[in-house]
Structures are given as C-alpha cells and as structure tokens.
C-alpha cells in the first residue's frame, strides 16, 4: 500500500467513524489538539490500521505519534520492517 493510499484511508476512517470534517483532516493534523481524539480513540485508530495494514502494532509503538503525518510514518517503518 503506497502512501497516498493510507492517508486516503486513514482520513476516510477519521471522517466517517469519528466525525472530524474532512477539511481538518491533513498530514499536519495534529491528533489530540486539532481532530479532539483521545485514548479510546487512538486504540480504536490502531485497530484500524492493523486491519488496514495486516499488521499487528502494539499501542506502545505510537507513543511518540502525534499527527496524522507521525501515523503515516510508522506504517511505513512497519512496512520496511517486514520487508
């Protein structure tokens, strides 16, 4: 998966299950401040993605993840580690 085609569907998921409009939603969002998400959401985010990504994350792996970008980030470090 490119990733053009995660942001795509990392934003569709935040547009549709957690009601953030669409024009808040960009690499530079912050998750926590900018979209409002808190914990719960961010496990549910991850879930999300390894549903997306057929990988399992621990939530520790996203501690330091702070925007849609960071998200984007980590998949691809997880990508190339199962290279």
């Known amino acids: 998966m490119s990733r053009d085609e995660a ?3 990392i934003r569709s998921y935040l547009v549709d299950v957690f009601e953030i409009p669409a024009e808040k939603v960009s690499p530079q969002a912050r998750l926590y401040e900018d979209l409002d998400l808190d914990s719960i959401d961010a496990v549910d985010l ?6 997306l990504t ?7 792996d996203f501690r330091s993840t702070r925007t849609v970008g960071d998200v984007l980030d980590r998949i691809d470090e997880m990508a190339k580690a199962q290279a």
């Open 7 to 9: 942001y795509k569907q």
């Open 46 to 51: 991850i879930v999300k993605l390894q549903d």
């Open 54 to 60: 057929q990988q399992r994350f621990a939530p520790q």
